[in-house]
């Protein structure tokens, strides 16, 4: 392991935007040290949001912190599945029943999808109250808690309603990940990898060298991997919010893993899984365009190989099926999709720019 993993595990990192900065802190029983986040809790009422899987293993845990505030709690049946707008009316439903007023703060307990949810309640009810994310997923911990972007799936598109909406803190413990399943760890260093192929070469050089104790759940290993994605995405969400820009670059592999998602029905494909082919969809129409090298292609594969993780599509999704969905993405502008695509490994490039017939093959080349 290289040097940078030799430092205790324990990081705090600042999102920086204005009067809307937050920390991210890292490291191992944090919600035992409760100065790292109660004291971003304006009011004594809390709504916490968790799942049906997570709360038998963490909930109480993270209310015996809570016995200085009136706590509400909602427990969402688990599943990408169930991230639409019945469960956001039950957490209204809550948080109404209960009479939360506008200083109240919502803590999302959970995965991404919980994080997600619990975020865009946050953003909407009598709108918009605090929040702060527990993120319990290693896909959570590098990637949905940060940022601000929160939503549900609609029948017709992934994550198509939704608000940006900054957390007060977020805790990224990664003892919770000790009972993370193999499966969901392999998806969340889907987005690991993404952030060395978008702009770190070092990084990808890093991860593949550590990928079999990040796999084991070596603690410093994970928790050098988290802060370094963090800290990449604090960097890119710091110059552009709201995707004007530079922050589309962060859905490397996320036009294709979307249709992918969605096309399979929502939790078949996991997040991660769908991401990780979908990045070499965009990594192999990045050669064809002449941009990668046959050596590149093979590179990016094998790490998504030893991550544990999908490098084709469904076998049984045509072009068209991907032309369909990917017609709702939100990268779509002036009837034009714009595509990530690789200049160079850690060279991410937003562009409209390609031939349709590059698109075409890509699409239509599934093995
Ligand atoms: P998830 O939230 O569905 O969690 C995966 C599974 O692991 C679930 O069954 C969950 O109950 C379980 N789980 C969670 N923590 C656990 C733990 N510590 N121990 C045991 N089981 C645990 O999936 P995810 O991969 O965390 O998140 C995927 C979602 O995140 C997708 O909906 C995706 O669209 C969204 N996402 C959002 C952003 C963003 O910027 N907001 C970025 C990336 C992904
Ligand atoms: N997951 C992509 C983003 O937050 O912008």
Request: proline content about 3%.
């Amino acid at each position: 392991m290289s040097e940078q993993n030799a430092s205790p595990i324990r990081h705090t990192l600042t999102v920086p935007l204005a009067d809307r900065s937050y920390d991210i802190h890292i490291g191992r029983d944090l919600f035992e040290q409760t100065a790292l986040w109660t004291s971003a809790i304006r009011s004594k009422q809390v709504l916490v949001v968790t799942n049906d899987t997570i709360a038998p293993l963490y909930l109480d845990q993270l209310l015996s912190h809570l016995q200085d505030f009136n706590v509400d709690t909602v427990i969402l049946p688990d599943g990408e599945k169930y991230k639409n707008l019945d469960q956001i009316n039950s957490i209204f439903d809550v948080l109404l029943e209960k009479a939360h007023n506008r200083t109240t703060t919502l803590i999302a307990l959970g995965g991404g999808v919980v994080g997600d949810m619990t975020g865009f309640a946050a953003a909407c009810y009598q709108r918009g109250v605090d929040f702060l994310q527990i993120p319990t997923t290693l896909l959570s911990q590098v990637d949905s808690s940060v940022g601000g972007k929160t939503g549900v799936n609609h029948p017709l598109g992934k994550n198509m309603i939704g608000a940006f909406h900054q957390p007060k803190v977020v805790l990224a413990d990664v003892g919770v990940l000790d009972t993370l399943p193999e499966r969901e760890l392999s998806a969340g260093l889907a987005e690991v990898i993404k952030y060395g192929l978008i702009c770190d070469l070092d990084f990808l050089a890093w991860l593949e060298d550590n990928m079999a104790l990040l796999r084991e759940r070596d603690e410093a290993a994970l928790g050098y991997a988290i802060f370094r994605s963090c800290q990449v995405k604090a960097e890119i969400v710091a110059q552009d919010e709201k995707e004007g820009g530079v922050r589309a670059l962060l859905n490397l592999g996320h036009t294709f893993g979307h249709a992918i998602e969605a096309h399979q029905g929502y939790g078949n494909w996991l997040h991660g899984e769908a991401v990780a082919a979908g990045t070499m969809m965009a990594t192999r129409m990045s050669a064809l365009l002449g941009w990668l090298s046959a050596e590149d292609v093979a590179r990016v594969e094998a790490i998504f190989v030893a991550a544990g993780l999908p490098v084709n599509p469904p076998e049984t999704m045509t072009g068209s099926d991907f032309m369909r969905w990917m017609a709702v993405d939100k990268k779509v502008m002036h009837g034009q999709l714009r595509l990530i695509l690789l200049k160079g490994l850690g060279q991410a490039v937003i562009t409209a720019d390609y031939p349709a017939d590059v698109l075409e093959t890509t699409l239509a080349s599934n093995a």
